[in-house]
Each structure stands twice: as C-alpha cells, then as structure tokens.
C-alpha cells in the first residue's frame, strides 16, 4: 500500500495497490526528491480515461517497472479533476513543447517542479514510433545523471516561457454586432453540413456554441444559426453518443459521423447538452429536442446521483464482459450483436430492432457488436413497440457488469448540473427535478463552502476534499444559484451566487479585469494558470463574465456589471478569430448586447395566475433573461421593490437597459415582451 490509501480521489484510489511508491501531489514529494537528488515523474489522469488504465495495467501494476521507478524517481499521481490547477500549467507545457496533448499525461520534473520532458501515454514495448515506458524512464535518468547541466536549462527555459505567457484581455471593449456576426461566419465555414457539428473526427459535442448559436437566434432572427443548431442536436440525438436505452451522452464520437462513441459519460457533457436541448425545445418546440432534454436529467438523477445529494463526475467507458472472465472492454455495456437483440426479443422483435437501432451483421464497433442509434432512413415506427422493446433490451442491459463510477462530487460540474434540473424541471413541469437540483445546491452550501463562502473543490462519501475551489467552481455554483433562484422564487439562491461571484471580484480578478484560474492566495505553482477558452465545459474566465452579468441584471450592481464588461474583452478579441473555442463567452455576449432583460413577477403564491406568469417568464428565449418571482414588494430579490398587483391580478415587469415596459397581466403579452415558445 502506497502513499495513496487515504485519499478522497477515485483515480488515486485505483492506484494505491500499485508496486509504484505513489504519492499525491504536496510538498513533501518535491522535498522527498530534493533529499534523494532524483527527478519527479508526474502521471496525471482521470478515473474514467480508457488509456489511463491501459498504461496502469500495463506499467504501473508491473512490479519491474515500478521497481525501477521506485529507485529513481518520486513518483505522483495526480486526478485532473480534483487539481485542475496543476494539470492546466503542465498541460500547457506538453502542448507547446509537442504540439499536442492528453490524457494520461507522462511529465518529469525537477525537485523545484520545473518541467523538461513530456509525454502522454507510452507502451511497455516499443510500437507505432513510440518508445517503451521502460526506455523513456532511462533515457531521463541518464540525462538526469549525465547532462544535468543541459537538464536544468531545458526546465528554466520553459518556465521562463510559461511565465511570458500572462494575458490581459480584460478591459478591451465589449464584444459588438461586428465580433458576433464575425464568430457566426467562423462557424459557418467549420461546420459539417452533411452530419452536423463543426470540424472532423474525433468530433466532441458543441454544447457551448450551441447555447450562443440559439441565443444569436433568438436576438437577431438568424434562421442559419437555428438550423445549425437544431441540425446537430438532432444528428446526436440520434447518433450512437446519445444513449439510446438510458439515456444521456458519451463523451464524443471517434468518427465524424457520430456513430461511434468514446463511451465515458461526464457529468458537464450532460448537464450542459440537457441545458441545450431544453433551450431548443423553448425556441422550437421541438418533440425530440424535448425527449432529450428530460431522458438526460433522468440519466443524471438516475445513474450519477450520490447518496448525499449531489452528483457524481463521470460513468468509466470500460466494464466486464458478461462472459465471466473477469476482462474489461470499452463499450461492453453499451454494444449489441444480433444475436443478442434474438436473445432477449425473440426472433421478429429482434428484426424489428435491427432496423429501428441500426444494428447489423457485421457491426458498427468491434466484433461484430453494434452501437444503438437512430438511422434517418429507419423509417416511422409504432411508438409502443418502440417503447416495448426498449424497456426490455434496457432491463436485460441492467444485469450485465455497470460500469464503475467516479463518484467523487465536483463543485463545478454540480453548478452545471443544478442550473439543468432545475430549468427542464421548471419548463417540463417536474418538481422532483428542480428538488433534486436544490438538494445539491444545499450539499455545495453544506459540504463545500466555508464560513467565508471559499469553496472546496471535490467531496467524496460525504467528506470535503483538501483542494481549494478554481475559477470555474465559483463560477459554474454561482451560475446554477442563479438558475434555481429564478425556477424556485427562491431570493436565498441569489444571496449565495452574490457570496461567491464577489469573491471572483475580490480574489480571482487582474486589474485589467483578466481573470486567473487560481485564488491570489492560492498554492504557487511554476505559473498561475489562466485560460479564457471553452473545451470541455466553460472556462472559469467565460464562466465568470455569464454569472456576473446575470447577478447584476438581478441586483443593479455596477460593479458586478463593469467586472463582467471587462471580463467580456477576451471574447472581444477571441470570439472573430476562434469562436468554436469560446462558446460560452459568445452566449454572455448575446446576453450583454440583448440586454440582459430583468423580469419580476409578482402575485399570491400558488395561484394559477401567478405560476402561468412565471413559467412563462421562464420560457422567455431573450438571451440570458433573469427571472425573479415572489409577492409584491417582496423582500426576497431586488427586482421584487415596489412592484405591486395590477388591477388585483398577478403581474410581470419587464425592464432593459434600465428603462421598463408597462407591466403586464397576460401570458401572451409577456411572450410577445420576451420571445418563447408556446
């Protein structure tokens, strides 16, 4: 047993019966190697990343190998997810020093953690131009014992090149008409009209450009941005990324097609991509878009909900056959053989499912097993023998080996997922959605934030991490308080957004309004990362512009507002030239140009004319709209002052760019006031 038993993390966990003499990132391991005189080699990776555990079984799990790097190294492992911090400084040195990077991710450094060779997963033998493991490990300790000299200015020059790299977006000038129409044709030209989504294989989920391509829509009337929109979310939903049976995505296709996908399921994927169907369904109406929308918010209550409330990080694309040899395979939970289809349908069923499903003799995926999707030409189907033979190809799915789960909770992706639940839970009618999503709010305020409301980054079982929250966790928690106080009426939801975004402004915040990953007073590391672009959730930075706007439009704060202008400079500059990578900073700026709108609502609660009003409120498509609901003249949100019964009937006010319209008492005028879908 190693130095990683105690730990809180999953991935750690995996690793603590390794033979490799683990520790977890701390001091005392960069202590340790200047004591031993030796190099730090760094393994960074995620519970459920397949090549992760490939290169475990394969070298860490091989007594030989961790014999060798027990000798000469100080071996730590790091989850990505828990230390997002020090994965983004050395991420960023293996790209510019390779061009490229992933997961694992293989780094040595020295005993001061300056990086000077890099790698991400390496076989135990030699193959496709790769070197072995085994042969990397040397090569380092030789340069280490023999050209240490060379060693040391290798590692000064990248550190000294990571440090020059400090951006000051902030303060440029907001985003304008010009920038956006400029990111819009950037789309146009990237995306994949014969399959939806933008650029080739592997092709990952849009979900931030998505929410800026409807909200574009919604303010400007681009019908191309809508249909780009609706087209892809189509082409996944009825792809093999979008689970078929159970519901929920995968975390992106290995083919252009979106057939195949890389089966891990990541709590931020679907909490942002249930967000992004619900929104559809708002502006279209959309059956599908609405069948997505719902069947993901169960997939996350069902599948990735914890004991305590909150909502655990990721599904691992790998599980047991079924065949009882103990063998893991990518998928094998997921994929279908005819044979198996026969075998739990019956002969005629099974045909039937061949077609609706797409499965065929040959396969779709590997020995000859298929991934479920929903063929365009599969033609019209009787919707109860659908519903029948979905029900039973899901249960028989139900008893084969699941998949293991990373069940640690992320403050980040738990802010996500709330503002999900409870927005479909708010449109669709289902309290026990907006309920799920105030009992993980109430875990984060419980478990995750101090007195000072700092937050922790993971819990675990019940227990808070050791590591202090990032950018994107104040962000993305405030971002879902936001959600919840508009679809509950709820004003405490809003007090602790304002908790947590001026902590942003106090502590995470340049003063040229850029924006760091990390707290001032956070761990120093070789440079303080900073990233502005959206990958696979929203960066803190974009993150933190949305929230900040949206707490304004509630409050009337100027500060909150100047901060999030500034903030906004960085899509300003990225937005024309790289808008895939900055989705979520376009939908803010949608926001900031649109208004954004305040709405309150006010009457007795629990009357149909006040919750009529208010669903209707929320149903708005005007970008970023804030909602606010409760009594007249309540005291539960700011927007709720002075605001009084009309005529004795319930009444919605709404104001933009701080003039207000005439109040009204009607559904339909409140839609025309906001744009939504009926």
């Known amino acids: 047993m190693n130095r990683l038993a105690g730990v ?61 790097m027990n000798e000469h190294f100080v071996s730590v492992k790091v989850d990505r997810e828990e230390r997002p911090d020090v994965d983004a400084v050395y991420m960023e040195a293996v790209q510019a020093a390779t061009g490229q990077g992933g997961w694992p991710m293989t780094v040595f450094l020295t005993p001061g953690a300056e990086p000077f060779y890099f790698g991400t997963y390496f076989p135990p033998a030699p193959r496709h131009g790769m070197p072995s493991f085994r042969q990397v490990l040397e090569g380092v300790t030789a340069a280490w014992t023999d050209r240490r000299g060379e060693v040391d200015e290798v590692a000064g020059r990248i550190v000294r090149d990571l440090a020059g790299r400090t951006l000051a977006y902030g303060g440029q000038g907001t985003p304008g008409e010009e920038e956006l129409a400029q990111a819009l044709l950037g789309l146009t030209r990237e995306y994949d009209a014969a399959h939806g989504g933008f650029g080739g294989a592997p092709k990952f989920p849009p979900s931030m450009v998505l929410e ?80 997505v929308a719902l069947e993901t918010a169960d997939f996350m209550v069902r599948e990735l909900r914890t004991p305590e409330g ?133 875990l984060l305020v419980r478990l995750h934030m101090d007195d000072g409301a700092r937050l922790t980054r993971t819990s675990r079982d019940g227990h808070a991490g050791a590591n202090a929250g990032v950018l994107e966790d104040y962000a993305d928690v405030a971002e879902g308080f936001l959600a919840l106080a508009s679809v509950s009426g709820e004003g405490a939801w809003l007090d602790f957004a304002g908790f947590l975004l001026d902590i942003v402004l106090d502590r995470f915040t340049g003063p040229e309004g850029q924006l760091y990953d990390t707290a001032h007073d956070a761990e120093r590391l070789i440079r303080r990362p900073q990233d502005p672009t959206d990958n696979a959730a929203p960066s803190g930075w974009t993150a933190a512009a949305g ?97 009084t019964l009309v005529d004795g009937k319930p009444a919605a006010y709404v104001c933009r760019h701080f003039v207000c319209a005439a109040p009204v008492t009607e559904v339909e005028a409140l839609r025309g006031e906001l744009g939504s879908q009926g």
């Open 212 to 291: 800026f391509l409807l909200r574009h829509h919604a303010r400007a009337g681009a019908e191309g941005a809508l249909q780009m929109a609706a087209d892809t979310c189509e082409a996944m939903a009825r792809g093999g990324i979008y689970d078929q049976l159970g519901g929920g995505f995968a975390r992106y296709s290995v083919d252009r097609e979106w057939v195949v996908p890389h089966f891990e399921k990541m709590l931020y994927d679907n909490a942002l991509l249930c967000r992004v169907y619900a929104h559809l369904w708002r502006i279209t109406g959309s059956d599908l878009a609405r069948r």
């Open 310 to 442: 909150g909502f655990a990080s990721a599904l691992d694309a790998d599980s047991a056959l079924a065949d009882g040899s103990g063998k893991h395979a990518e998928g094998a939970y997921y994929v279908w053989t005819p044979g198996q289809l026969r075998e739990v349908l019956g002969e005629e069923d099974a045909e039937f499912a061949m077609r609706h499903f797409g499965v065929t003799e040959e396969g779709t995926f590997e020995h000859g097993s298929s991934v479920l999707q929903l063929p365009q030409d599969a033609g019209v189907a009787d919707a109860g023998r659908v519903s029948s033979v979905r029900e039973r190809l899901l249960a028989a799915r139900e008893q084969r080996p699941r998949p293991g789960r990373d069940d640690k909770i992320v403050a980040a992706w738990n802010g996500l997922a709330i503002a999900a639940l409870a927005e479909v839970g708010g449109y669709f009618d289902r309290p026990d959605l907006v309920e799920r999503a105030t009992e993980a709010a109430d």
């Open 8 to 68: 809180t993390s999953p991935y750690l966990l995996q690793h603590a019966d390794n033979p490799v003499d683990w520790w977890p990132w701390a001091p005392e391991a960069f202590e340790e190697a200047r004591r031993r005189d030796v190099p730090v080699l760094l393994s960074i990776g995620y519970s459920a990343c397949h090549w992760c555990h490939v290169m475990a079984h394969e070298s860490f799990e091989d007594d030989d190998t961790a014999a060798y």
């Open 547 to 643: 929230a900040l706007l949206s707490y304004a439009a509630h409050t009337g704060s100027e500060a909150h507002r100047t901060e999030a202008e500034r903030a906004l400079g960085v899509v300003k500059a990225l937005g024309p030239r790289a808008p895939r990578f900055i989705g979520w900073g376009l939908a803010a700026a949608e926001a900031l140009l649109d208004g954004p709108r305040e709405v309150a609502v006010v009457g007795a609660p629990g009357g149909d004319g006040m919750r009529n009003l208010h669903k209707a409120a929320l149903l708005g498509t005007a970008p970023g709209a804030v909602v606010a609901a409760g009594v007249p003249g309540g005291d539960e949100f700011p927007l709720l002052a002075g605001r």
